[in-house]
């Protein structure tokens, strides 16, 4: 499949290997981000056509490090050519044998997975740093770290405390694709999409690589023809949630789940959460923000002192729709799929409804067309508007009522809904205003 995106990122990756090249040492680039997003597709159309050889070094989970060695070893001789292979017993053996060889011969190291790392050698990370530290500057290395659990590739790259801290050259976190690639790849396969297609596009890959070419390469371009490919007992669609989910949540997993499946029933409130968890949420909630990226707290625009009006919600669209239709171990133990589908279908209305504004959302957010960017509400939840766009450089806010159906917006009420948001925001009565409604139409 033609490769979409990805134009800073591969930017990036393409300034480090210069530095490479100009400057005779090695850089560290860490490549993260959600399972299937796509980041060693992205490492590989970086190097592609390069002359200098890669080698890649896979990790898996409880994998003996002593059959790693034998592999990777493999892997080098393959790639390099070489004649000759030094007896090596772990893994950081075979990195100081490729330094010694990039003294002479620019490599690139892809080390794919490497937070499975921890539970082959809880050591490595202190001794790869003084690999590094030793042979950073006299040798010609591109090493790129890739992995896919959130909370450890944070806590190995980002973590002040960790040996690598304060080595690594860039870290690049891929995100899912934004509306706008979304649309540009379902229009390269289907030119006569429609606007309900996009959007089932949209939400149900959420964005992510790998979720979409499993969908293309299945013909699977239309809404009933993504649910067949998807509800199938052969489809990883079914049980990714919980691959991705254990993954992550090693420790306390049942708390988590739990917290994550009522924000996608639509529990928002930090109280109306904490109601269904008999442990206190604060530390629970700021882990799946700021450790796991899965989560973001949703505030007023432009609201003071949000902390009783943050809402919570899910950042991850394919994990939103796999909680709300897909995980239900009852009905696919007893291959009852045609009960899940006819679920889908009667509810994805609604659903998809929901999920059109966070389309929009991120639409606008990836065309940076306005200088702010948000929904609000006020205290009593008496009004409550989509979407608003302010650009203070032109001095305009754009209010917007979203709807699938473009019939059922009322402008009328959505100009009171404005006033009652101008009313707390006093600043911007000057501003020029304009409300106005999204549907499937504007898709």
Known sequence: MKFYGRKAELSIIQEELELVNKEHSSRMIVVTGRRRIGKTRLIEQALEGSAVPTVQFVFYPYALESVLVKEFLTEIEQKLQLNYLPACTSIVDVLAFLFTVAKTTPINIVMDECQEIDD????????????????????????????????????????YSQPLFGRVDRIIKLSPFSPNEIKEILSDFNHQYSADDLLAF????????????????RGALHLEEMVDVAVNPTSFFLNEGNVMLANEFRAEYGVYYLILQKMAQGVTKREELQNFVSKSIGGYLAKLENFYSLISRNEPLFAENTYKKSRFKMTDRYLMFWFAFLNDPQRIGAGNFQSIKKNIFNHYETFSGRALEQYFLEKFRSESRYTHLGQWWDRKGMNEIDLIGVNMDEEKVDIFEIKRNDKKINLQTLYVKAEAFLTQNPKLRKFHLNCCGLSLNEL
């Open 120 to 159: 082959i050698d809880p050591a490595f990370w202190g001794r790869l740093q003084a690999l590094w530290d030793r042979n950073k500057r006299d040798s010609s290395v591109a090493l790129f770290l890739c992995g896919s659990v959130a909370s450890a590739m944070k806590h190995i790259f980002e973590d």
């Open 202 to 217: 949209y939400v149900m890959t959420g964005g992510v690589a790998q979720y979409i070419e499993y969908l293309l390469e």
